[in-house]
C-alpha cells in the first residue's frame, strides 16, 4: 500500500479485465447534493500514482465529486508483466499504451462514476485523458471537458522522428531492439528507483523546489518498489507508436483546457502553445516560473485555476 496520504476510507479497488485497480474517492461534503454534482475525474503522469493529486482532490471534491485512479502498472494497481508487439511468448501478458490506459479510464468512468464528467491529466495522463474522451466520445456520453496539465508530447514516437538529430535518426534502430530486453530494461529500472535519483528527477521537475518533500519521494518510490513495476517501465519506453495529443485533439469535439508550467524542462512551451490551433482548445494560460507538475508545485494557484475551469467548462466549438 502507498504512503498514507489520503485517508483510508477514502480508498477503493475495482476488478477490471482481471486486474486490480486502486482509486481514491472523495467523501461528500455535508450541506453538498452529491447527486447532482459533476464528477472530476484525476489522471496521474508516468511513473506516479493517484498520491500525486494529494494537495488538489481535497479542494476539488468542496464543488464536484472527486475521484483519482491509478494506471494499471502504477501505484497500487496490478502491474502485470508487459507484452510488445510480435512478441512471441505474451501469455498473461498486457500492452501497456495510451489506448490500453484510455480504455482502462473510460471503463472506469462508465461503470464507477455517476453524471457527468471532467478528466484532469498531467503528462502522460494528458494523453490518457484525450484518448478516454475521444472514446467515450464514441460510447454516446462525452465528458463535460478535458483539463490538460503539462500534457506528454512524446517527443521519441516515430511519427516525430523527422523532428531528431541526424545520429538520433540513425541510431533508432539500435535503440528499439535493446530496449525490448527485458534484462536491460530491469537493470536500468533498478537503477532509476533510488530515492537520490528520484529527489534529482524531482528538483528538474520542479524548479521551484516547493512541495519537494519527503512524502512526495515515498509516494513515488513505494510503488515503484512493488513486484511488477519494471514491467510497465519496459512497456512505456518501447512506445513507439501510439498515440499523440496532437492526433486525439484533431479528431476531438470535447472541449480542452491547457495549464502549462513556464519552466517545464521536459515538454516544451512552444510546441503546447501551437495545440491552440485545434478547435477543440479553448483556453491555455502558462504557469509562470512552475515546471512539468504544477499541480503538486504551487497547488494553491492550480486549484484557484481548476476551480474556475471546472465550474465553468466551455461548450465545445469544433
Same mark, same amino acid.
Given at each position: 500500500?502507498? #504512503?498514507?496520504?489520503?485517508?483510508?476510507?477514502?480508498?477503493?479497488?475495482?476488478?477490471?479485465?482481471?486486474?486490480?485497480?486502486?482509486?481514491?474517492?472523495?467523501?461528500?461534503?455535508?450541506?453538498?447534493?452529491?447527486?447532482?454534482?459533476?464528477?472530476?475525474?484525476?489522471?496521474?503522469?508516468?511513473?506516479?500514482?493517484?498520491?500525486?493529486?494529494?494537495?488538489?482532490?481535497?479542494?476539488?471534491?468542496?464543488?464536484?465529486?472527486?475521484?483519482?485512479?491509478?494506471?494499471?502498472?502504477?501505484?497500487?494497481?496490478?502491474?502485470?508483466?508487459?507484452?510488445?508487439?510480435?512478441? #512471441?511468448?505474451?501469455?498473461?501478458?498486457?500492452?501497456?499504451?495510451?489506448?490500453?490506459?484510455?480504455?482502462?479510464?473510460?471503463?472506469?468512468?462508465?461503470?464507477?462514476?455517476?453524471?457527468?464528467?471532467?478528466?484532469?491529466?498531467?503528462?502522460?495522463?494528458?494523453?490518457?485523458?484525450?484518448?478516454?474522451?475521444?472514446?467515450?466520445?464514441?460510447?454516446?456520453?462525452?465528458?463535460?471537458?478535458?483539463?490538460?496539465?503539462?500534457?506528454?508530447?512524446?517527443?521519441?514516437?516515430?511519427?516525430?522522428?523527422?523532428?531528431?538529430?541526424?545520429?538520433?535518426?540513425?541510431?533508432?534502430?539500435?535503440?528499439?531492439?535493446?530496449?525490448?530486453?527485458?534484462?536491460?530494461?530491469?537493470?536500468?529500472?533498478?537503477?532509476?528507483?533510488? #530515492?537520490?535519483?528520484?529527489?534529482?528527477?524531482?528538483?528538474?521537475?520542479?524548479?521551484?523546489?516547493?512541495?519537494?518533500?519527503?512524502?512526495?519521494?515515498?509516494?513515488?518510490?513505494?510503488?515503484?518498489?512493488?513486484?511488477?513495476?519494471?514491467?510497465?517501465?519496459?512497456?512505456?519506453?518501447?512506445?513507439?507508436?501510439?498515440?499523440?495529443?496532437? +492526433?486525439?485533439?484533431?479528431?476531438?469535439?470535447?472541449?480542452?483546457?491547457?495549464?502549462?508550467?513556464?519552466?517545464?524542462?521536459? +515538454?516544451?512551451?512552444?510546441?503546447?502553445?501551437?495545440?491552440?490551433?485545434?478547435?477543440?482548445?479553448?483556453?491555455?494560460?502558462?504557469?509562470?516560473?512552475?515546471?512539468?507538475?504544477?499541480?503538486? +508545485?504551487? #497547488?494553491?494557484?492550480?486549484?484557484?485555476?481548476?476551480?474556475?475551469?471546472?465550474?465553468?467548462?466551455?461548450?465545445?466549438?469544433?
Amino acid at each position: 500500500m502507498s #504512503p498514507n496520504v489520503y485517508p483510508t476510507a477514502w480508498l477503493r479497488s475495482w476488478s477490471w479485465r482481471q486486474q486490480t485497480i486502486s482509486y481514491v474517492q472523495a467523501p461528500v461534503p455535508a450541506g453538498r447534493d452529491g447527486e447532482n454534482c459533476s464528477a472530476v475525474v484525476f489522471v496521474h503522469g508516468f511513473g506516479a500514482c493517484k498520491e500525486h493529486w494529494r494537495h488538489n482532490l481535497p479542494a476539488a471534491a468542496a464543488e464536484h465529486n472527486a475521484y483519482a485512479l491509478d494506471l494499471i502498472g502504477f501505484g497500487d494497481s496490478s502491474k502485470p508483466r508487459s507484452c510488445l508487439q510480435n512478441e #512471441p511468448d505474451c501469455t498473461g501478458g498486457w500492452r501497456y499504451g495510451i489506448e490500453a490506459w484510455g480504455q482502462q479510464l473510460h471503463d472506469f468512468v462508465r461503470e464507477l462514476v455517476p453524471g457527468p464528467v471532467q478528466l484532469i491529466g498531467n503528462s502522460i495522463g494528458g494523453v490518457v485523458a484525450l484518448a478516454a474522451a475521444r472514446q467515450l466520445e464514441q460510447s454516446g456520453c462525452p465528458p463535460r471537458q478535458v483539463i490538460l496539465i503539462d500534457c506528454a508530447e512524446r517527443a521519441l514516437d516515430d511519427k516525430r522522428l523527422a523532428e531528431q538529430p541526424p545520429l538520433r535518426r540513425l541510431a533508432r534502430p539500435l535503440l528499439k531492439a535493446a530496449v525490448r530486453q527485458r534484462w536491460l530494461t530491469q537493470s536500468l529500472y533498478s537503477n532509476l528507483v533510488k #530515492p537520490g535519483v528520484i529527489r534529482r528527477v524531482l528538483a528538474e521537475a520542479y524548479p521551484t523546489g516547493r512541495n519537494v518533500d519527503e512524502q512526495l519521494v515515498q509516494l513515488l518510490l513505494h510503488p515503484a518498489q512493488q513486484p511488477g513495476a519494471s514491467e510497465a517501465f519496459r512497456g512505456f519506453i518501447n512506445l513507439f507508436n501510439d498515440k499523440l495529443a496532437p +492526433e486525439i485533439l484533431a479528431e476531438l469535439r470535447t472541449p480542452v483546457a491547457m495549464l502549462w508550467g513556464e519552466r517545464d524542462p521536459w +515538454e516544451p512551451l512552444a510546441i503546447a502553445e501551437s495545440w491552440q490551433r485545434f478547435g477543440c482548445v479553448h483556453s491555455f494560460e502558462t504557469l509562470p516560473g512552475l515546471g512539468h507538475c504544477p499541480h503538486d +508545485e504551487d #497547488p494553491e494557484q492550480v486549484n484557484a485555476k481548476l476551480a474556475t475551469l471546472l465550474r465553468h467548462p466551455a461548450s465545445a466549438t469544433c
